[in-house]
């Protein structure tokens, strides 16, 4: 069956060995059909999976630069990830752990100005045309300014992605808090609901909706945030091992950093997401 | 008194003509709403007097003014002029009395609540302690015959058991007065008879005093001890109707009976005259 999840696997795992093939080999075949391999396919921009592979054991310190396993002998793998204060376990380390700060700081810093702004008529209308300039500005070209003003230390990393995930989850629940549907807050109040009660047991619970639909984006705009910022300056952290490889010209490195980053990504995304679907399991009408 | 206790009064077979103490006075209730700047009266000079343990049936065309009419009295929305007494004390718009019970006809089933958790959404508002709590949301789901739904959300539900789960949840809190805005206006004939047969039981046993707004007469003869006609916008008081059919009634029995037959026609031409004005 074309459709059967077997086919799907299959066609799925057939694109990826074409893909690591041809990024493997297709290089090599240049001499012979210059025409048929685009010059892009150089190793020397995009590496090879088996050298990108080796890259990523040496990096982690399961083997030494020649290629030996560290891990069987005594202490040698401690010694060798003492030598690199930024080695690939503390950069991820570090990127991770501003990631998760900037998140949860934008989530929760978005949510609650969304919240009061939402609520008031006063307040939305005073700040909305501020609001809008801010949203305009392109924010990554703040972070320049904002490794300026906080440091290279993490302080930057977590309030650049701040900055982009603030606006996303501050403008969900600005919404949300907007479309609280009325009849729900007329027939609590008829219930003898206080003010506090219809936030909490109305209001927050019908705006947390329109936030958890922002989580997926907000956490990859905080990685997006945190790695930009060690672009521009940091002594630690998965952008930084980034800028030293180019400054070397190592694509192996270069490329093992973005296979990590891209496990790191999907992780996140995945527990957001399974925390999302448990939370707003009342959505699932069963229909 | 709790559903239990109140479950063991014992009903009269029939309701002669009310002459209880009455609960609800309006003298002079009107409402006038601006509409890009032009005034539209909803509802002109409204007189009412609801007694205790009245089933009374507000009728009338769509956009005569009847929700306008209940809003009013629940608080919902302040009158333009005139007065609301409830037991003798004026009613303001933003308080809302806890004897009063009000059920929307739009869904107002809480979505991320399971029914259990909507049902005794009141009893969590006022602070009931859990035990208790779960015991009346009990009672009242068995009532309703949503037993087996307790953990389901709203979603899951259709619209006649959603419309139950609104239903008690306001009858939960034991309100002696009920206010119903069309509550079955959306179900399909079937269900509609079914959710009056649900009411037509716990009336008969509790007996609140209950305002009823609906555009459908038979919906109307079948529930009330009195029909109150509104005239075609704004909404003014046309008719009054006694409904002195036996009690306890049957939903579908009833509206084979010739005196159902005589009184529907009678306030068929009544009401017949209001819709043609709206051209309905
Ligand atoms: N909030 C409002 N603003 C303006 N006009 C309204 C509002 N509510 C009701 N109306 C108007 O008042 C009239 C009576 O409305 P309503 O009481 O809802 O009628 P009914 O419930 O009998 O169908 C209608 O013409 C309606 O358009
Ligand atoms: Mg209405």
Same mark, same amino acid.
Request: proline fraction near 4%.
């Given at each position: 069956?074309?459709?059967?999840?077997?086919?799907?696997?299959?066609?799925?795992?057939?694109?990826?060995?074409?893909?690591?093939?041809?990024?493997?080999?297709?290089?090599?075949?240049?001499?012979?059909?210059?025409?048929?391999?685009?010059?892009?396919?150089?190793?020397?921009?995009?590496?090879?999976?088996?050298?990108?592979?080796?890259?990523?054991?040496?990096?982690?310190?399961?083997? *030494?630069? /020649?290629?030996?396993?560290?891990? $069987?002998?005594?202490?040698? =793998?401690?010694?060798?990830?003492?030598? *690199?204060?930024?080695?690939?376990?503390?950069?991820?380390?570090?990127?991770? &752990?501003?990631?998760?700060?900037?998140?949860?700081?934008?989530?929760?810093?978005?949510?609650? =100005?969304?919240?009061?702004?939402?609520?008031?008529?006063?307040?939305?209308?005073?700040?909305?045309?501020?609001?809008?300039?801010?949203?305009?500005?392109?924010?990554?070209?703040?972070?320049?300014?904002?490794?300026?003003?906080?440091?290279?230390?993490?302080?930057?990393? !977590?309030? /650049?992605?701040?900055?982009?995930?603030?606006?996303?989850?501050?403008?969900?629940?600005?919404?949300?808090?907007?479309?609280?549907?009325? /009849?729900?807050?007329?027939?609590?109040?008829?219930?003898?609901?206080?003010?506090?009660?219809?936030?909490?047991?109305?209001?927050?619970?019908?705006?947390?909706?329109?936030?958890?639909?922002?989580?997926?984006?907000?956490?990859?705009?905080?990685?997006?945030?945190?790695?930009?910022?060690?672009?521009?300056?940091?002594?630690?952290?998965?952008?930084? !091992?980034?800028?030293?490889?180019?400054?070397?010209?190592?694509?192996?490195?270069?490329?093992? &950093?973005?296979?990590?980053?891209?496990?790191?990504?999907?992780?996140?995304?995945?527990?957001?997401?399974?925390?999302?679907?448990?939370?707003?399991?009342?959505? *699932?009408?069963?229909? | 008194?709790?559903?239990?206790?109140?479950?063991?009064?014992?009903?009269?077979?029939?309701?002669?003509?009310? /002459?209880?103490?009455?609960?609800?006075?309006?003298?002079?209730?009107?409402?006038?709403?601006?509409?890009?700047?032009?005034?539209?009266?909803?509802? %002109?000079?409204?007189?009412?007097? !609801?007694?205790? $343990?009245?089933?009374?049936?507000?009728?009338?065309?769509?956009?005569?003014?009847?929700?306008?009419?209940?809003?009013?009295?629940?608080?919902?929305?302040?009158?333009?002029?005139?007065?609301?007494?409830?037991?003798?004390?004026?009613?303001?718009?933003?308080?809302?009395?806890?004897?009063?019970?009000?059920?929307?006809?739009?869904? +107002?089933?809480?979505?991320?609540? &399971?029914?259990?958790? *909507? =049902?005794?959404?009141?009893?969590?508002?006022?602070?009931?302690?859990?035990?208790?709590?779960?015991?009346?949301?009990?009672?009242?789901?068995?009532?309703?015959?949503?037993?087996?739904?307790?953990?389901?959300?709203?979603?899951?539900?259709?619209?006649?058991?959603?419309?139950? =789960?609104?239903?008690?949840?306001?009858?939960?809190?034991?309100?002696?007065?009920?206010?119903? %805005?069309?509550?079955?206006?959306?179900?399909?004939?079937?269900?509609? +008879?079914?959710?009056?047969? @649900?009411?037509?039981?716990?009336?008969?046993?509790?007996?609140?005093?209950? !305002?009823?707004?609906?555009?459908?007469?038979?919906?109307? @003869?079948?529930?009330? %001890?009195?029909?109150?006609?509104?005239?075609?916008?704004?909404?003014?008081?046309?008719?009054?109707?006694?409904?002195?059919?036996?009690?306890?009634?049957?939903?579908?029995?009833?509206?084979?009976?010739?005196?159902?037959?005589?009184?529907?026609?009678?306030?068929?031409?009544?009401?017949?005259?209001?819709?043609?004005?709206?051209?309905?």
């Amino acid at each position: 069956m074309m459709g059967s999840r077997a086919t799907v696997v299959a066609a799925q795992l057939a694109i990826i060995l074409l893909t690591l093939a041809v990024w493997q080999w297709a290089f090599d075949l240049k001499p012979y059909a210059d025409w048929l391999v685009p010059g892009l396919l150089d190793p020397y921009f995009i590496s090879k999976p088996s050298e990108i592979w080796t890259q990523l054991l040496r990096l982690a310190c399961l083997t *030494n630069p /020649t290629g030996d396993w560290l891990l $069987g002998q005594d202490g040698a =793998v401690m010694a060798c990830l003492a030598q *690199n204060d930024n080695n690939l376990w503390i950069a991820t380390l570090v990127t991770l &752990t501003n990631t998760l700060w900037g998140f949860a700081i934008g989530v929760a810093s978005g949510y609650i =100005v969304g919240l009061l702004l939402g609520q008031s008529t006063f307040l939305s209308r005073v700040f909305e045309p501020f609001l809008v300039a801010l949203n305009s500005i392109p924010r990554i070209a703040l972070v320049p300014i904002v490794v300026m003003m906080f440091g290279i230390g993490d302080t930057s990393k !977590i309030v /650049t992605a701040w900055l982009l995930v603030f606006f996303l989850v501050f403008f969900n629940t600005f919404e949300g808090a907007r479309q609280v549907d009325q /009849t729900l807050v007329s027939m609590s109040r008829l219930l003898q609901a206080k003010d506090w009660q219809v936030t909490s047991k109305i209001i927050i619970p019908s705006t947390l909706t329109w936030v958890f639909a922002s989580l997926t984006p907000a956490i990859s705009f905080a990685l997006i945030g945190v790695i930009v910022g060690e672009f521009i300056g940091a002594r630690q952290g998965l952008g930084r !091992i980034m800028m030293e490889a180019q400054a070397r010209g190592q694509s192996s490195v270069m490329m093992a &950093t973005v296979i990590v980053l891209m496990t790191i990504g999907v992780i996140l995304a995945l527990g957001v997401k399974s925390m999302q679907t448990y939370l707003l399991r009342w959505q *699932n009408t069963g229909h | 008194m709790t559903f239990a206790q109140r479950d063991l009064a014992v009903a009269p077979a029939s309701v002669p003509a009310n /002459t209880g103490p009455v609960r609800i006075r309006a003298r002079g209730l009107s409402k006038e709403f601006e509409i890009a700047g032009k005034r539209l009266t909803a509802v %002109d000079r409204v007189d009412l007097d !609801i007694r205790k $343990g009245e089933f009374v049936s507000l009728l009338g065309p769509s956009g005569c003014g009847k929700s306008t009419v209940l809003n009013m009295i629940a608080g919902l929305i302040p009158a333009s002029s005139g007065t609301i007494e409830l037991d003798g004390k004026p009613l303001g718009a933003g308080h809302f009395s806890s004897k009063l019970g009000y059920v929307f006809q739009r869904d +107002t089933t809480i979505p991320w609540r &399971t029914v259990k958790k *909507n =049902v005794g959404f009141g009893l969590e508002l006022a602070g009931v302690d859990r035990a208790s709590r779960d015991r009346r949301v009990n009672e009242a789901i068995q009532q309703a015959r949503l037993n087996g739904f307790e953990n389901a959300f709203p979603g899951m539900l259709s619209g006649g058991m959603r419309q139950r =789960v609104s239903l008690m949840r306001a009858l939960v809190m034991e309100p002696d007065i009920l206010l119903m %805005d069309e509550p079955f206006g959306a179900l399909d004939a079937h269900t509609k +008879t079914d959710m009056h047969r @649900l009411l037509l039981e716990i009336w008969e046993r509790q007996h609140q005093t209950v !305002i009823f707004v609906t555009h459908d007469l038979a919906e109307a @003869l079948t529930l009330s %001890d009195r029909i109150i006609l509104l005239s075609a916008r704004p909404g003014r008081l046309k008719e009054e109707f006694v409904v002195d059919f036996k009690r306890p009634r049957d939903a579908v029995s009833l509206r084979e009976t010739p005196e159902y037959a005589e009184l529907f026609s009678r306030v068929w031409r009544s009401l017949g005259e209001e819709m043609s004005k709206v051209g309905a």
